[in-house]
């Protein structure tokens, strides 16, 4: 369980500077890994992609975090673009 934190909290971290250049809280960010965790499995197993370990860990949290981000910036943006 503690593992699980932390992978999210450095997931949405490294999310949060990829996609906006500054993370959003340690609130916000642990959220946004942790459910960048599920969504990134969900995602990359649909693919036939998986990795193991704790680096692989933190990188699939990082990528559905990414994906979260995009998503949550298409639905409130007027615009419609990263």
Same mark, same amino acid.
């Given at each position: 369980?503690i593992?699980?934190?932390? !992978? =999210?909290?450095?997931?949405?971290? #490294?999310? +949060?500077?990829?996609?906006? $250049?500054?993370?959003?809280?340690? *609130?916000?960010?642990r959220l ?6 599920? !969504? =990134?499995?969900?995602?990359?197993? #649909?693919? +036939?992609?998986?990795?193991? $370990?704790?680096?692989?860990?933190? *990188? ?10 995009? !998503? ?7 615009? +419609?673009?990263?």
């Open positions: 369980m593992i699980a934190i932390i !992978v =999210g909290i450095l997931a949405g971290f #490294f999310a +949060g500077k990829v996609m906006n $250049g500054s993370g959003y809280g340690l *609130l916000v960010d946004l890994g942790l459910g960048g965790g599920l !969504v =990134g499995s969900f995602v990359l197993g #649909f693919l +036939g992609i998986g990795a193991s $370990g704790l680096i692989g860990s933190i *990188l699939i949290s990082t990528f559905g975090a990414i994906l979260l981000i995009w !998503v949550a910036r298409m639905l409130r943006s007027d615009r +419609g673009a990263i």
